[in-house]
């Protein structure tokens, strides 16, 4: 997995520190074998740490200016997948509405937090509710994911930021960062804890299966259910589960997640633009 991007500016201009979440998320199901970060200008230094959520984040600090900044992560990995995943969740949560434990509700208070409520997603989210009321959870979900893909019409936007679940409904389109945040405020209007998911997705085969978010870096949720734990949905390609998902960084938001920010010391003018190359391949097909 090799991910560059490079800044451009019209002028030399003094950089100010970055901070980078390339590196992904060890776990039972993804493994890292060999990492490499190169930065050019070289940092004056670079450290690395474990933010508040436990996802690496790597610091560079220069003292030079420059009119161009690569960032040049290569990862191997090995990715663990369960094609048709199964969830054993527990029996009292198998059907919903079901009710977390206290100490779950202590644990989960910011998973379940709204950021942006709103009556427009909340008839939305309540739209894929049964008429009787109860359905079965992994069904209530499974019908919630495939329904924005339905509904919301993807565009690619580079901009930094994200927009407000009601503005993707309201406009209806988005990208998966938008994605992500509405099915994530819809799922808590719902009662259901729910986090953000900054990492990659990969398809084996990608040049005949059309994958939505490939090419860049890709974003998604996990709700969490009891007796499953922190289960993956990618309301962006349709996906339950982690087939194809590479985790990077989690967050209550999408704003404590975000892939690569930081500043320099210049006008506004000077910045010309940024390019940004992401590419999954499976050395194992090759």
Not at 40 to 60: G, I, K, M, T, Y
Not at 93 to 102: G, H, I, L, N, V
Not at 263 to 277: I, N, W
Request: hydrophobic fraction near 40%; aromatic fraction near 10%; glycine fraction near 8%.
């Amino acid at each position: 997995m090799r991910h560059v991007t490079t800044y451009r500016y019209a002028c030399p201009v003094r950089l100010g520190d970055h901070q980078m979440m390339f590196r992904p998320r060890e776990s039972h199901d993804l493994r890292l074998v060999r990492t490499r970060l190169s930065i050019s200008p070289e940092p004056q230094s670079l450290r690395w740490l474990h933010d508040v959520f436990d996802n690496s984040l790597a610091v560079a600090s220069f003292d030079t200016e420059t009119a161009e900044l690569v960032f040049d992560s290569e990862v191997t990995l090995e990715h663990i997948e369960a094609p048709h995943p199964d969830y054993a969740l527990a029996d009292d949560a198998q059907d919903f509405p079901f009710a977390y434990s206290r100490e779950e509700r202590l644990d989960l208070a910011r998973a379940l937090e709204r950021h942006h409520p709103a009556g427009e997603v909340d008839r939305w989210a309540a739209g894929f509710l049964p008429a009787g009321g109860r359905v079965g959870t992994m069904a209530l979900l499974r019908r919630i994911t495939l329904g924005i893909r339905e509904q919301l019409t993807y565009s690619r936007r580079y901009e930094r930021g994200v927009q407000t679940p009601a503005e993707t409904l309201a406009k209806g389109t988005g990208t998966c960062r938008d994605y992500a945040f509405l099915m994530m405020e819809g799922v808590r209007a719902l009662g259901l804890a729910a986090r953000f998911v900054s990492g990659y997705i990969f398809v084996p085969g990608a040049e005949s299966v059309p994958v939505i978010g490939g090419g860049a870096t890709h974003a998604w949720l996990q709700v969490y259910l009891p007796g499953a734990g922190w289960v993956d949905f990618d309301p962006t390609n349709s996906i339950i589960g982690n087939r194809n998902l590479i985790r990077v960084a989690v967050a209550w938001a999408p704003a404590q997640a975000l892939p690569l920010w930081g500043t320099y010391t210049g006008t506004r003018s000077s910045f010309l633009g940024m390019d940004v190359s992401v590419s999954v391949l499976d050395e194992g097909a090759a």
